[in-house]
């Protein structure tokens, strides 16, 4: 298994809902990423875990949750956020040694 | 800190032209380079690598050498299809602490016209 998988693909929200967005490898990297990508720009950095620990945190807002409950998986809670966080999310993993980053397809999240 | 300059885009193209997409790059330390393909609605794939100087990355067609001296990265193709237009994204990596994080460019739009 080659693939980082992501789900939901898309995803409307309210700015009084919670929701979580899910990504899974089994590709045995021991690094992963969250990314927010808006239209027509590169994308930016949020989150980093090396080894199911938080590393890199990007000053991103609280409403930006992350979690890894294993070595496999990644989640990113969502919680009362504007329509500016409108974006597609993306999800990537990083082997140990490897120098090559596997994205998942994102999640397309509008806020409304 | 680290950072990838790339050619402005859009690029527009007619079907069997050459492409080149600049990319020049700062970096502390050797970086792995890479080019990063985006198609309208989807995630990034991974188009070519190239991990030290000298190293020359392809697929599909698309190349790239990794060049110390002048810090660049340039992806090239010599003739170009309608399946080609999509945003590429060049990017280096360097390794912070226990993870590597990636530095993207600001992607360049391709259009090719059939």
């Known amino acids: 298994d080659t693939e980082v998988t992501q789900t939901p693909k898309h995803l409307v929200m309210g700015m009084t809902n919670k929701k979580s967005l899910k990504c899974e490898q089994h590709m045995g990297h021991r690094a992963m990423y969250w990314y927010k990508q808006k239209a027509k720009k590169p994308p930016e950095l949020m989150f980093v875990y090396s080894y199911e620990k938080l590393s890199i945190n990007e000053s991103v807002p609280s409403r930006f949750s992350p979690e890894c409950p294993n070595s496999s998986l990644l989640n990113l809670h969502l919680h009362a956020l504007q329509p500016e966080d409108s974006a597609l999310y993306l999800c990537?993993?990083?082997?140990?040694?490897?120098?090559?980053?596997?994205f998942g397809s994102g999640t397309r999240l509008t806020v409304v | 800190g680290d950072s990838v300059t790339q050619m402005e885009g859009p690029v527009t193209l007619s079907e069997e032209a050459f492409l080149t997409i600049n990319c020049t790059y700062t970096a502390t330390g050797y970086p792995s380079l890479f080019w990063y393909v985006q198609y309208p609605g989807e995630g990034l794939q991974l188009l070519l690598k190239?991990?030290?100087?000298?190293d020359k990355g392809s697929n599909k067609g698309f190349e790239a050498t990794y060049r110390k001296e002048t810090t660049s990265f340039h992806l090239e193709k010599g003739s170009v299809q309608v399946s080609d237009s999509a945003v590429y994204f060049c990017?280096?990596?360097?390794?912070?602490?226990?993870?590597?994080?990636?530095?993207f460019g600001s992607g360049t739009q391709l259009t090719v016209l059939p």
């Open positions: 990537a993993s990083n082997g140990q040694g490897g120098y090559g980053y596997t």
């Open positions: 990017a280096l990596s360097v390794s912070s602490g226990s993870a590597r994080q990636l530095t």
């Open positions: 190239a991990t030290k100087a000298d």
